[in-house]
């Protein structure tokens, strides 16, 4: 696994990170990247509209886990939670109003929400801007069998550029999961911060679109059958059989 590289700019010194904070598997392994590798690391959130509060109660539980850590308690600053109703105002998708989660008919899933990581980073920058912090790091992934077009690294190089030029401040967009698989993400967080953290990640961090939390898988909680679902267990399979350890059925 090629190691994720920081663009800290020429003259840049103590570095502060805003990190892009869902709650899900993603971004619980951002923040722990995040707080091994910057002095002062923050929290966004976003309610925009989501159908299940459960997010933004895993974003609270991991936080204060974390925040427990030797190392990581002094990094750990304020959480943010940001309130962007608009999506919801748009248009219906899957993941902001009760429809079923297909392909739609531009060939993206219905839990696409067309234009959500542009304003999130929009949002994440200006506040990065506020906070003095100059690395926004984000769990952005190409290789998401979802497929959305704004988790790309030409889109996210791109938003980097115009929110250099906008905010006239030198922001870094860190991506440290952009060219992983979903195994390769659970292997970072074993190297970020060991069984201890795989198994708190596990536990309490949350991915299903349905927001089960009511069955326990060995991936987690969730109902197992949505797409999230599916992608979280491949990927603890694939990383459990790259350990050499056992998969239970
Ligand atoms: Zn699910």
Redesign the pocket.
């Known amino acids: 696994m090629a190691e994720p590289t920081s663009s800290p700019l020429p003259g840049e010194k103590t570095v502060g990170a805003l990190v892009l904070f869902s709650g899900g598997q993603d971004s619980a392994t951002c923040l722990a990247w995040a707080l091994n590798r910057y002095d002062h690391v923050e929290t966004v959130g976003f309610a925009y509209g989501q159908r299940h509060a459960v997010e933004l109660e895993a974003r609270q539980r991991l936080r204060s886990l974390y925040g427990e850590k030797p190392g990581w308690a002094d990094r750990l600053g304020p959480d943010h939670l940001l309130s962007i109703p608009t999506f919801s105002e748009i248009g219906e998708t899957a993941m902001t109003a009760d429809l079923p989660i297909t392909a739609g008919e531009t060939g993206l899933p219905t839990t696409f929400v067309p234009g959500r990581n542009l304003a999130f980073l929009t949002f994440a920058g200006a506040l990065a801007a506020k906070q003095g912090l100059t690395v926004l790091v984000g769990g952005m992934c190409e290789t998401d069998n979802a497929g959305y077009p704004d988790c790309r690294a030409a889109t996210i190089d791109a938003m980097q550029t115009t929110l250099r030029l906008g905010l006239a401040a030198p922001i870094a967009v860190e991506t440290p999961l952009m060219h992983l698989t979903k195994g390769q993400t659970w292997a970072l967080a074993k190297q970020v911060g060991g069984e201890a953290l795989v198994d708190l990640i596990v536990e309490h961090s949350h991915?299903?679109?349905?927001?089960?939390r009511s069955q326990r898988h060995d991936w987690g909680y969730?109902?197992?059958?949505?797409?999230?679902?599916?992608e979280?267990a491949r990927g603890w399979a694939a990383y459990c059989q790259d350990a050499g350890q056992e998969v239970s059925a």
């Open positions: 991915t299903c679109y349905r927001g089960d969730g109902c197992g059958e949505c797409p999230a679902c599916e979280r």
